[in-house]
């Protein structure tokens, strides 16, 4: 094997690896942050559907393993992450999250071993246009989940949600995939468009990453200040439900044991209509609440 095969085989693969785990920071982002706030469900339907052309293109080439993997990994991390979004932004239930994600993935499944049978039967017939068309399909979809985050940054002149790990390694899986097309005995012009107008996307929102973060808009820090206190708020909501909730149990406790109720001096003040003094009074937490 010559030293160009070699270098077109260890470029090709590293960016397969790359676009493979693309996805998981910023699933494990979600996980942590507890909220999908600025990333798009569109953008990871769009790319749910691209890995499945992709896909039948690469089997039906009959490309290494790597690449044959890929977009199924691409496709199944996009409908998971698409999954979260419709969780955290929606309020789905983890029911209907996994039904989604297995439904969509038996689908796109069963369409993609339909294209890789076709595509098949037509390398047989010498027809190229195709795969031709998947390729382009898969890259013009890819296109557009990126470019409706753009969409996004524009009208809230940040860069919200994504994660920008997950930015980078995208990117690089680009550069290497479009560095090893110079190693390969045939240049694919298509292909290094394919690669180099991803490659430019992913470039220009780390920009405006880079940005905002130094040069923020006052929208966005108007948005960032309402978005923290509806945490804050949310916290505050989360803490008195568990007090409520240890408190309750601690009374049904108390009443199995036999033993009564925990009284609670609530302090309650009486203003007299006829004069000012006011009188201190006691109740029970039972009897506060029933008020």
Known sequence: MSENAVAANVLGTAGAVLWSIQLIPQIVV??????????????????ACAGIPLGAYNIS???NVALQVQ???LTFLSLVTFAQVKYYKKSWSHTRSLFTLLTACALLGSIEVGLVS??????????SWPGTLMAVLA?????????RHYVDIWQHRAVRGISLLFVVLDAGGDLTSL???FFEPTFDPLGCVIYAVELGMWTGILALAAWYHFFPSKR?????????????AAERAEEEERSERERAEEERRARARGEPPHI???????????RSSTVSVFQTASSAMAR
């Not at 890259?139 to 470019?147: I, K, P, Q, R």
């Open 118 to 127: 076709a595509l098949e039967r037509a390398h047989s017939r010498s027809l």
């Open 30 to 47: 979600n996980y942590r942050r507890h909220h999908a706030r600025g990333l798009q469900s569109s953008m990871m339907v769009l790319w």
């Open 139 to 147: 890259a013009l979809l890819l296109a557009l989940g990126v470019a």
């Open 71 to 73: 977009p199924q990994i």
């Open 220 to 232: 966005a820090l108007a948005a960032e200040a309402s978005e923290r206190a509806e945490e804050a």
């Open 179 to 181: 560095l090893s097309l």
């Open 264 to 274: 609670s001096m609530v302090p309650l003040t009486l203003v007299s209509s006829s």
């Open 61 to 63: 080439s009959n490309f």
